[in-house]
């Protein structure tokens, strides 16, 4: 695939991103108009919950959705405050909730709790998209990738992600294998995201390509794909040929 076409097909599956710990309002609304700029637009800006609000303002309904997190990053919050993050989160204005996994608990061997997160989790959410964060790379294998990401497909998670990039762990080729092929096995209309590390176009390639081959073709698409690497927008911007504002990490998970 010639770079500019792999660029354009990657740039319409990002989630652009900012959880810097000291990021602000202001920088939000800026994110916010990055994220529907030539060659754009993106699929959805990521945001901490408390900046939703001036995310909905600067994007009012269209193309770009609004993506907030919860329990994140470590993953080891109680239900009933991560269950009123997402009714707060959803009544202030957001579209998509990506939730940390309590995959230290389904470690250790409790796997109700872990599958009850995820299950009350996307009750709440009702039609809105649940994406659930397994943190792949602090898993000790693949088998225990595969675990994580069948109790969250089986649980009604619309997405899994690999990571939070939050705790140096990164996506993986192997680990998002694991969870395509725990995909295609489920026979749900269930989602990947890669992310964490992901800042070449050599990586949107690897992981399209393997979407490619084990899903077929047509298969990634903003409702089913997402790449969460802020740092890749530049990269792609700058090879679709079109100029745009120098952008870091951002916190990119």
């Known amino acids: 695939m010639a770079d500019a076409a792999l660029a354009r097909r990657a740039l319409r599956l990002l989630d652009l991103t900012d959880l810097a710990e000291d990021t602000t309002a202001q920088a939000t609304r800026a994110l916010c108009a990055r994220s529907l700029a030539a060659p754009g637009p993106v699929a959805a800006i990521c945001v901490w919950p408390r900046f939703v609000v001036a995310a909905r303002q600067a994007l009012p309904a269209g193309p770009v959705a609004i993506a907030t997190v919860v329990n994140f990053p470590a993953g080891g919050a109680e239900r009933p405050p991560v269950l009123a993050a997402i009714e707060t989160a959803l009544a202030d204005g957001a579209d998509e909730i990506d939730l940390v996994l309590p995959w230290r608990a389904l470690l250790a061997g409790d796997e109700a709790s872990a599958r009850a997160m995820v299950a009350e989790a996307k009750a709440q959410c009702g039609p809105h998209r649940l994406k659930v964060i397994l943190e792949s790379g602090d898993l000790p294998d693949q088998a225990a990738v595969r675990r994580a990401a069948r109790l969250a497909i089986a649980a009604g998670a619309d997405f899994i992600k690999t990571?939070?990039?939050?705790?140096?762990?990164?996506?993986?080729?192997?680990?998002?294998?694991?969870?395509?092929?725990?995909?295609?096995?489920?026979?749900?209309?269930?989602?990947?995201?890669?992310?964490?590390?992901?800042?070449?176009?050599?990586?949107?390639?690897?992981?399209?390509?393997?979407?490619?081959?084990?899903?077929?073709?047509?298969?990634?698409?903003?409702?089913?794909f997402r790449f969460g690497a802020s740092g890749l927008h530049g990269v792609l911007v700058a090879a679709i040929g079109t100029a745009a504002p120098p952008t870091g990490d951002h916190g990119a998970y």
């Open 163 to 224: 990571s939070t990039g939050k705790s140096g762990s990164v996506a993986t080729p192997e680990a998002a294998r694991t969870m395509l092929e725990e995909i295609r096995a489920s026979g749900r209309p269930v989602g990947l995201k890669p992310s964490g590390g992901l800042r070449t176009l050599a990586d949107a390639a690897c992981y399209l390509e393997l979407a490619d081959a084990l899903m077929g073709p047509g298969w990634a698409s903003p409702v089913t």
